[in-house]
């Protein structure tokens, strides 16, 4: 475990599942010990290793089924794009060597992606600057099988200055689902304020095709 996650007791579950792309569910790859702070969730582990709880995505689509309707052709080339383009920003993250991101791209068969996520890190480069970030954490799983609602969700990237932490949630759509937006990102708080010391998470939604391309999102607390 990183020492930030340590110092801020972060509990990662990501040594311990896996996602599987074919059943897309989380499958179990290592063993809890009876005495691991997430022996837990072994209760909602099947047969097959499955852990069997709703995803963030999942609840989202139940909340809103208006905004993610059944995939078409089109649908899969959009969801492919937005994958390969976090995928790029997250890689800049994780790769950091300095106070500046730096953008590096891996595949050049996605223009459109290499564009977006390109952006994204500009963007990101100067939110870090201007917050004075001194800390970065990034592709965490948290699970929550300990309240009124059982589940789980990847945070993409926690940020950290003197004084504030901040949910970064990238998105990439022209449409303004506020909404939809605010919802996720209070379960995203909330997975990462049951799962840490961390409190009062300042949340900012990053998409380069909105209007308001750095936005933050005012949360019930």
């Known amino acids: 475990m990183s020492s930030i996650k340590s110092k801020h007791f972060i509990n990662d579950i990501s040594d311990y599942f896996e996602y599987d792309q074919d059943s897309l569910v989380l499958k179990l790859v290592k063993e809890i010990d ?7 969730l072994t209760y909602y582990i099947d047969e097959n290793k499955n852990l069997n709880i709703d995803s963030i995505d999942q609840l989202c689509q139940k909340e809103f089924p208006f905004i993610q309707s059944p ?9 492919l794009r937005n994958k390969i383009a976090k995928e790029l ?23 459109i992606a290499i564009n977006i996520a390109k952006s994204v890190v500009h963007d990101l480069n ?6 004075k970030i001194n800390h ?35 998105k990439f759509s022209k449409s303004p ?9 209070q379960l995203q708080k909330r997975l990462i304020e049951s799962n840490s010391d961390i409190k009062n ?17 005012k949360l019930q607390k």
Request: aromatic fraction near 16%; include cysteine.
């Open 34 to 40: 009876y005495e691991n702070i997430n022996f837990n």
């Open 71 to 79: 995939s078409s052709k089109v649908l899969e080339q959009i969801f």
């Open 89 to 111: 920003i997250i890689n800049s993250v994780v790769q950091r060597k300095s106070e500046s991101l730096k953008f590096e791209k891996n595949n050049e068969d996605h223009k």
């Open 126 to 131: 100067k939110f870090i600057y201007k917050n």
């Open 136 to 170: 970065s954490v990034a592709n965490i799983l948290l699970a929550n099988v300990e309240a009124d609602i059982n589940f789980y969700g990847k945070i993409d990237l926690l940020l950290k200055s003197n004084d504030n932490w901040f949910l970064c949630i990238f």
């Open 177 to 185: 689902y506020e909404d939809k937006y605010k919802y996720e990102a």
């Open 201 to 217: 998470v300042k949340v900012f939604i990053f998409n380069p095709l909105a209007d308001i391309v750095i936005k933050e999102l």
